[in-house]
């Protein structure tokens, strides 16, 4: 089965960092990107991160530039994210992209809930 | 950077056609993905590349791409197509390459 699983969220302090995990199984990880996307409570989509399919590239929303970093191994992407702010409070998903803009984001996780609080 | 814009609420009667606008700068030259979230849940891909459909998805779904405007049109409502529908696409033209959300319709039936 296709699967993405994402774990490492929960409470923090604002000025804190968190380390979001995500688990790829059942589909060759190496032949996709990854994105990670955001959704604050009440909220409509936000997506703050991308890493190529090799992970040579990668693209952060501007809004989050300087404080969160994308990384991606043999079957997990991450999301380092730093001096978190009560604003990142949300709900965080990855999702895998076929390579190219043509394709979309075909399979989510179930998502992670980040608290930050003052 | 790149804005697109969705109107808050759609609603439609079961069996009723359902359309959601799409609206951004020259958005057909770009390739436009659509979303269903119901609440609670991950979005789920309904469409890609303007009008394709990923497996699994109805015929009911179908979008179109032209001008200013990109719109997905939901044929013979039901109940359960209750959801938010967000569109998105991949922009480059600022430099900083970049997904970009709409900001959602929520469809009632």
């Known amino acids: 089965e296709v699967q993405l699983v994402e774990s490492g969220g929960g409470w923090v302090q604002s000025g804190g960092s968190l380390r979001l995990s995500c688990t790829a199984s059942?589909?060759?990880?190496?032949?996709?990107?990854m994105n990670w996307v955001r959704q604050a409570p009440g909220k409509g989509l936000e997506w703050i991160s991308y890493?190529?399919?090799?992970?040579?590239s990668m693209y952060n929303a501007k809004s989050l530039m300087g404080r969160i970093i994308i990384s991606r191994d043999n079957a997990n992407v991450y999301l380092q994210m730093n001096s978190l702010r009560v604003d990142d409070t949300a709900v965080y998903y990855c999702?895998?992209?076929?390579?190219?803009?043509?394709?979309?984001?075909?399979?989510w996780g179930q998502g992670t809930t980040v608290i930050v609080s003052s | 950077s790149y804005v697109l814009s969705q109107p808050p609420s759609v609603s439609v009667a079961p069996g009723e056609t359902a359309k959601f606008t799409c609206g951004g700068n020259n958005i057909g030259t770009k390739s436009v993905h659509w979303y269903q979230q119901k609440p609670g849940r991950a979005p789920v891909l309904v469409n890609y590349?303007?009008?394709e459909r990923p497996a699994g998805i109805p015929e009911r779904f179908s979008g179109s791409n032209s001008g200013s405007t990109a719109t997905l049109t939901i044929s013979r409502v039901e109940a359960g197509d209750e959801a938010d529908y967000y569109c998105?696409?991949?922009?480059?033209?600022?430099?900083?390459?970049?997904?970009?959300f709409g900001g959602g319709t929520k469809l009632t039936v």
């Open positions: 999702a895998r992209q076929r390579i190219g803009e043509y394709y979309g984001m075909d399979v």
């Open positions: 890493i190529s399919s090799s992970g040579s």
């Open positions: 998105q696409v991949w922009d480059r033209s600022s430099g900083h390459p970049s997904w970009v």
């Open positions: 059942g589909f060759p990880f190496s032949g996709f990107s």
């Open positions: 590349y303007n009008s």
